[in-house]
């Protein structure tokens, strides 16, 4: 009697501390309507902008060696970023030109805080480390992608962001604006799609990267895989096509 008393006790103690730690370590994600229609551009990307055309090449690979020199101007960019966080009344180009350089930018400051590293996936928790501020609270790169990213219903975002791996999308060399934001993204979307190095599509086959795997729900609200990935492609791509995935290359995507 006595020990089924213990026993019931210990279960209750493991779920009341299971439920304590759930309580406090929930953490509120940024929630935003972005209602306005009239671009209020009081964020400045410039400097984000100076450091890409610098150590960024036209594949998108990164010169992290030299980058290195600069790190407390990516610093300062990230302040920058921190300290002006996104409110309701920014237009929805505008919240996601700055999740997207936050994610671009946290991702390299992650790299040169470990650098020389053969691969991102070579540091410890890269994507669930809470680090990256927003305001005066901390995310992980995983909260920023899946958690905010995700939920702005534009699918396009995964060819915009840099996981710092030559089988990723490529970085863009330039920061994204509000402004020109339709254009990058137009951009970003047939670069990837059209990459023979991340995708190689036939008219009969599609050799496709594991991020139209990992995030096919995403691509498909409106139709199938070959829908979506149609509009973006010089190849004629036939309905009934047959899809494989390739294989990732998680290798740091440095310039050589």
Not at 50 to 74: I, P, R, T
Not at 149 to 166: G, Q, V, W, Y
């Amino acid at each position: 009697m006595q020990f089924k008393l213990m026993a019931k006790t210990a279960v209750f103690s493991l779920f009341s501390l299971a439920g304590l730690c759930s309580f406090f370590g929930r953490k509120e994600m940024p929630k935003h309507q972005f209602e306005s229609k009239v671009q209020s551009n009081t964020l400045d990307h410039s400097a984000w902008n100076a450091l890409l055309k610098k150590y960024v090449d036209l594949s998108g690979d990164v010169d992290y060696k030299n980058f290195k020199n600069e790190q407390q101007s990516l610093t300062a960019y990230l302040d920058h970023l921190a300290n002006n966080a996104p409110s309701d009344n920014w237009t929805k180009e505008e919240g996601l030109a700055y999740y997207i350089n936050l994610y671009n930018a946290a991702t390299v400051q992650l790299i040169l805080n470990h650098y020389p590293t053969k691969s991102i996936k070579d540091i410890k928790r890269p994507w669930s480390n809470d680090w990256v501020k927003i305001g005066e609270k901390t995310y992980s790169l995983g909260d920023i992608e899946h958690k905010i990213l995700r939920k702005m219903d534009e699918p396009r975002i995964h060819f915009a962001i840099n996981c710092a791996s030559f089988s990723c999308p490529k970085l863009l060399n330039e920061a994204y604006t509000a402004s020109q934001l339709e254009r990058q993204l137009q951009k970003a979307s047939e670069d990837f799609v059209n990459d023979p190095t991340r995708n190689i599509i036939s008219k009969e086959k599609l050799q496709l990267s594991n991020i139209f795997k990992w995030y096919k729900s995403d691509f498909t609200t409106h139709g199938n895989l070959i829908e979506y990935i149609r509009p973006y492609s010089k190849i004629d791509i036939d309905a009934k096509a047959d899809i494989e995935y390739l294989t990732y290359d998680w290798s740091l995507n440095e310039k050589k």
